[in-house]
């Protein structure tokens, strides 16, 4: 398959997936009389006041998880490629120390290590964070050990004649690794590292259960007040998905100007 019909098809892709949500919902609303339940989309209406209330409440959580999942990922980002570092470190204390941090963090399931950082810290040790910290703290430390496997797969994957040729040409280690080894790596696994920014957006909800307000709280919350939760659950779907979608073609984007991935090859 050519360039050209990868890209028609990324075009194309958010559209057609938004449509068929549509549509979907489109159904369920028409659905009530012979399946038993009456779907009350008014709730969300924009043409009523009640509805743009509670679409406004609703939409508010876009901030609150869009800015939790890209701080956590910048974070996981810089712990992920020092510890990818100290696994290719060729003194062994430094690589296990670097294999214990990833088997440790990569065992622990996000929801029990927030729920622990929140509930359990504070009688451990007198420290209490905000849910906002305690939220940013266990997302980037538990997506910390899956990018640093990812840097550390791209690191591996550079040959060593790289690195002997730019020091050959004077350079020092950090400038080597900074200009010479860095943009590769980089460039080799962005399509990886932006599945692990989806996964971030996705598992941000989990931050809901100590009552961060993002987009999963707030459709809990309203819930509890309009007792429709299949209209605002299936609002909530579609919000997730228009999200995801967009950041998949960012990402689509970066790889084709980088010239990595499927979108880069001629």
Known sequence: MTKASFEARGRWRLPALLAVAVLVLAGCSGSGSGG?????????????????????FLLMGFWATISISTLAMMISLAIGLLVALMGISKRRWVHRLSRVYVEFFRSIPLLVMILWVYYGLPSLTGIQFGVFITGLICLAISDSAFTSEIFRSGLQSIKVGQGEAARSLG??????????????????VLPALGNQYVYI???????????FQELTRRANELTLTEFRPLEIYSFLVLEYLILILLVSWGVRVMERRMGTGVHGRG
């Open 36 to 56: 038993g339940y009456t779907f009350a989309w008014y709730i969300l209406s924009p043409a009523d006041g009640r509805g743009q209330a509670n679409l406004s």
């Open 171 to 188: 350079l020092s280690p950090w400038q080597t690794m900074r200009l010479v080894i860095l943009p590769q790596v980089i460039r080799a």
């Open 201 to 211: 957006l996705k598992m941000s909800s989990l931050v809901s259960v100590i009552g």
